[in-house]
């Protein structure tokens, strides 16, 4: 492991303090537990944000990107980050806080991939592929495959956005690979493929705060299964009124 727990010890500003997860961040702090920690809830629940502040403080820059690498940026930290303070391990401290060149960590943010791709693809230490001449889930496995890869902290959200049921089963063994590689994985999620990968702490957000959950009583996973055995019933819903 490299982070093993964040805590806020500045009040946080801005519109992030309003949060139920930042609120039950200054009052309890986040363990992390596992090599892998999905972070799931519904949309506006908070993982971004959380995501985004532990770029910041782990020094990886978070609009996406790699740690110990500047780019172009609208330059608005996160106004998460900077009431965070991180514990790391001594491996963690090596990896994230060394040498600039020597660091390891990647935030790999689905939204804004594309853009960081027309700036790094083809330079030392990146893709060599250029992610415009390949179809959007293929563009994302050709920096996952580099980028996300041996020790070193990997922030991941929403990675499923591209892919297919059979790409989540790849990505899903690409992460498990990293895990023993030495590797951390924090990754927000809407997928139960992904968040069923064996072993890993799952939190869930949404209006009380962050609780430690398992597979199985996510409700995403009991969404998914009730749509999949019943989706006409889904269809009426939407459709009737009232
Ligand atoms: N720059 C901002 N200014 C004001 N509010 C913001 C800002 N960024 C995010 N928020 C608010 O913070 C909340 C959490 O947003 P966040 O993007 O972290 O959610 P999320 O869980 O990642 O959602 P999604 O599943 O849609 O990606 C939302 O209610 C959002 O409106
Ligand atoms: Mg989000």
Same mark, same amino acid.
């Given at each position: 492991m490299l982070l093993t727990r964040l805590d806020v010890s500045r009040p946080p500003a801005g519109w992030s303090a309003a949060l139920p997860l930042v609120r039950h961040l200054e009052a309890y702090g986040l363990t992390f537990t596992d090599r892998v920690t999905f972070v799931v809830g519904d949309n506006g629940s908070g993982k971004s944000t959380l995501i985004e502040a532990i770029a910041d403080v782990c020094g990886i820059n978070s609009e996406g990107g790699k740690a110990g690498t500047r780019y172009a940026s609208t330059g608005i930290p996160s106004p998460l980050g900077e009431a965070l303070d991180a514990e790391l391990t001594a491996t963690g401290l090596k990896l994230l806080r060394g040498p600039r060149r020597k660091r390891r960590g990647f935030f790999f943010r689905a939204e804004t991939l594309f853009n960081l791709g027309q700036n790094v693809s083809g330079m030392p230490g990146f893709w060599e592929d250029d992610l415009t001449e390949q179809s959007h889930g293929e563009g994302f496995f050709t920096v996952l495959d580099r980028m996300v890869s041996g020790p070193g902290l990997y922030l991941l959200d +929403?990675? +499923? $956005? $591209?892919?297919s049921f059979r790409s989540c089963l790849r990505l899903l063994g690409l992460m498990h690979r990293v895990s023993l590689e030495g590797g951390q994985i924090i990754c927000a999620t809407h997928s139960p493929i992904l968040a069923g990968l064996p072993g890993a702490q799952i939190i869930e957000l949404g209006e009380h705060g962050i609780q430690a959950t398992r597979w199985e009583e996510l409700q995403l996973v009991d969404d998914w299964r009730r749509f999949l055995a019943k989706p006409d019933f889904y269809l009426r819903y939407v459709t009737e009124d009232g």
């Open positions: +929403e990675p +499923e $956005a $591209a892919l």
